[in-house]
């Protein structure tokens, strides 16, 4: 395998991942390279499954191995949620901006201790012959009361991340990849990669 496709036509998301595969011997293509992929409707109900959906139909349609994410934010004070619904919380249609100012409304008042919440970002990566490969990672921290920093994307300015006394908001892409969830999950993935690059492993329906 010497070419894969990421599955996704968010540039916030092709910026991180090109970033954790920038060092491999993998020429990476994205949606400019196949422009008549059209939207792929993420009809899961887990993350893994809206993942699989998206990489198994940019791996049909291109006929290359495809990689995709699908990420939840879940708020321990909102019983998990947004989850699985993060891009649409405020509504279809709704901004970054939109869905963080809903989420921190629904969080006033609400003391340090509970304002836990974790990012959890599945990645798919399926062959042209649908071999899979899932791998999870998950990053813990807390909701701001405001917002802070202008890095990054969706929920980024309000996710506190204890060890490094910054939200993701403030953080260089190379030091939010480095203990981000899809940082996480790249790298476990890229590892898997390189051995099947160098001929020593398979990636046969493993899941991570
Ligand atoms: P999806 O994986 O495209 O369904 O993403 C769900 C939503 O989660 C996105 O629209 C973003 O708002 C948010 N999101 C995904 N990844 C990140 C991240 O790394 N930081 C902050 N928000 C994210």
């Known amino acids: 395998m010497k070419e894969i496709v990421l599955a996704t036509k968010n540039l ?32 899961g109900n887990t993350l893994e499954e809206n ?46 901006e939109d869905n963080w100012r809903k989420l921190l409304k629904l969080m006033e008042g609400v003391v340090w201790e509970k304002r836990k919440a974790k990012f959890r970002c599945v990645v798919a990566i399926v062959s042209p012959q649908g071999e899979k490969l899932i791998v ?8 701001t009361c405001e917002p802070r920093g202008s890095e990054g994307f969706g929920y980024d300015p309000v996710f506190y991340v204890p060890e490094k006394g910054k939200t993701f908001g403030e953080m260089s892409i190379e030091e939010k990849e480095e203990i981000s969830h899809r940082g996480k999950a790249l790298r476990i993935a890229k590892e898997i990669l390189n051995k ?12 991570v």
Do not use: Q
């Open 12 to 43: 916030d998301k092709i910026k991180e991942m090109r970033e954790v595969f920038k060092d491999m011997p993998l020429r990476v293509l994205t949606f400019h390279d196949f422009p008549c992929m059209e939207e792929i409707e993420e009809s």
């Open 51 to 96: 993942a699989l959906i998206k990489a198994e139909a940019w791996a049909r349609f291109t006929n290359k191995w495809a990689l995709s994410d699908d990420t939840g934010l879940e708020v321990e004070y909102l019983g998990g949620r947004p989850g699985v619904f993060s891009s649409r919380f405020a509504g279809i249609g709704a901004t970054y």
């Open 136 to 143: 999870e990672g998950v990053t813990e921290g807390y909701i």
């Open 196 to 207: 099947k690059l160098e001929g020593k492993g398979n990636v046969k329906n493993e899941r």
